[in-house]
């Protein structure tokens, strides 16, 4: 896979690598989607046993990478797991996507970061190929990743890459006009993906906080 262009974790530099999330996102709305086959909320909540099955496979990958059986992929586990994908970073690179997906600063990666962590990369290759048979095992993964991506563009009205209440809203009522989501449902849908209050949020957000409505935690 080529290099990922990523900056450091100083706001300014750590925003650019939302922003480049969102150009990938926008570009696959563009080149690969089209026109969503996803019609309303039902239709996502009708996927979910699938993913919930197909992303716990991915357990035998990460347990096999952390090595040490803490229940936490460390900075070496998980570079000897890009060096085997044959995923090339470049050191700060490397250091900037750790720290992005270890939300919550433990300095290593559980089973749910290490999901958002291989969903991100899948978005931000340019060309992805896939020979071994772990690779094998990423690129059939590969589809429910796009599914994943999809279900974010389908909550994304405005196209911008990024998810806001107004979306939110939108999508949760499109499904039954008549009976209208609750507000404060809808509120605390938005608050659980939008951890930094600040009205918006980015893939990475949304991945988290999908993974647990389909019902996989961190030490599932």
Known sequence: M??????????????????????KIIEMR???????????????????PMFREKLKTLRGMFEQYDEDSNGYIDPNELKRFLEH??????????ET??????????????FNEFIVLVCLIHLLQEQPSFDSSSKAELANLGEVFNTMIEVFLFFDKNADGKINKKDMVKTLNDTYPLEKSPSHITEKRFKEMDWDNNGQVTIREFLFGFIKWVGIDADE
């Open 2 to 23: 080529g290099a990922i262009c990523c900056c450091g974790r100083k706001p300014s530099k750590g925003n650019s690598l939302d922003r480049k999330l969102e150009r």
């Open 30 to 48: 563009k080149n690969k989607f089209g026109k969503s086959k996803l019609k309303s909320i039902d239709s996502v909540v009708m996927l979910f």
């Open 85 to 94: 994908q044959q995923f090339h970073l470049q050191e700060e690179e490397f």
């Open 97 to 110: 996507l750790f720290r992005y997906c270890d939300i919550d600063g433990s300095k290593g990666i559980q």
